[in-house]
């Protein structure tokens, strides 16, 4: 009788899987035509089961529903997104804006990560300012190897990962928590020469209780399929306020009795997140009206 198992793909080359179970073991699996082209393509991060064969090797017999998956480079069931920010590049508020929807758009928990307060700690206070109502905010840095805020994100089975602009410290931080992947992640550079679309392989490594991609989260940083008018949904902070809004389609922008707008002007919303939603709302509304 064939054994049936189950776990994580963990790493995938050329349709190749490695595949690791909850006890520990990797397999090597290989994923049959049915499944690979009835549009379940098995990616890393994928959860599925596998009947064993000879020699530690497996064929996967099915793929589980998946929680979500971003593209570029494609990765499934991402529970965590650690946003990096540094007071060097100066933060761009903007694409946190922008990761932050997208985390929510797809159910992953964002973590705003404030590295390089070896340098200075005054972008953790500006930070909390703008996003301390809606996403947990610690600080670390990986020079000093000061990372264990990180651990806790890190529970049992947790897949986590990397967004953030260029040069914050993200594969500083990658290398500081998986020593022992330094040698793979090294090649991991967005300044490879090679361009944007050059595709990687992301991998999933061990990482305290979890699992930790050794790619970036690039696919979180543009707002593709969100309509103007749905924005503010996936704004929790101000989604907290509406309800006293005098319209339930209250955009939060030219309408009157805008509990929003009174919340900015009594101080109690940060007003620099207002300006920005209202310019990335207005952003989104100039699209539309081009495209249709
Ligand atoms: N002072 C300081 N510099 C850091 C820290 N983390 C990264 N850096 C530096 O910031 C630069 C960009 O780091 P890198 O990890 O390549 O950023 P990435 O583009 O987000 O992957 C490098 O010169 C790092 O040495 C930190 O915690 N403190
Ligand atoms: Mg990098
Ligand atoms: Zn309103």
Redesign the pocket.
Known sequence: MMATESGVVVKSVSGVFTVLTDNGQKYVCFAPKKIRYNDLDVIVGDKVTFDLLRHGKGVVSEVLPRRNKLARPEIANVDVCFV?L?CEPEPDLYLCDKVLINCFQEHIEPVIVV?????STETIENVAANYGKIADIVG?????GDISALNKYLAKGKVACFA??????????LNAILPEAKGETGGI??KSGRGVHTTRHSSLYKAGDGFLADTCGFSLCDLQGIRSDELRMYLDDFVNIAYNCRYPSCTHTVEPDCAVKAAVAAGELNEARYRRYVEEFNELKEAEKNRY
Not at 115 to 119: E, G, S
Not at 164 to 173: I, R
């Open positions: 990096v540094a590295n390089k307060t070896d340098m670390v840095s990986a020079l000093k953030g602009q260029s040069a914050v410290g993200k594969t500083s931080l550079s967005e």
